[in-house]
């Protein structure tokens, strides 16, 4: 049974920093990634790495700013984020799954957190 909990959300001003923590347990390797949801906007990819390889994919929003890592047990994922905009304000997930394809779709990853929010104003 895997499970992803999510922590490091917090209200931030623009310009401000937040770093994102995932823990993961019950899965062992494939790929990891964080989503963002903003209420009335689909769920949209920020980034992923590919835990066998650790090549990653970054969103194109997110290049420059955000930066996705995993612990050294594999079983972490991070997300800093730095010069956070008011736009970046949403709902943030970590997800995960074997045999991913394009890690900043959605629809390739079955197990996900429950979310972890941040509001930059």
């Known amino acids: 049974h895997v499970q992803l909990v999510e922590s490091g959300g917090g209200s931030v001003q623009a310009g401000g920093s937040l770093r994102l923590t995932c823990v993961a347990s019950?899965?062992?390797?494939?790929?990891m990634g964080w989503f963002r949801q903003a209420p009335g906007k689909e769920r949209e990819g920020v980034a992923a790495?590919?835990?066998?390889?650790?090549?990653?994919m970054t969103a194109h929003f997110a290049e420059g700013r955000f930066t996705i890592s995993q612990g050294n047990s594999k079983n972490a994922l991070y997300l800093q984020m730095n010069n956070l905009k008011p736009e970046d304000t949403a709902m943030y997930y970590c997800?995960?799954?074997?045999?991913?394809?394009?890690?900043?779709?959605?629809?390739?990853?079955?197990?996900w957190g429950q979310g972890t929010q941040v509001t930059v104003s």
């Open positions: 997800a995960a799954d074997s045999g991913v394809v394009d890690g900043l779709k959605a629809y390739e990853y079955t197990h």
């Open positions: 019950g899965y062992t390797s494939g790929t």
């Open positions: 790495v590919y835990t066998g390889t650790s090549l990653r």
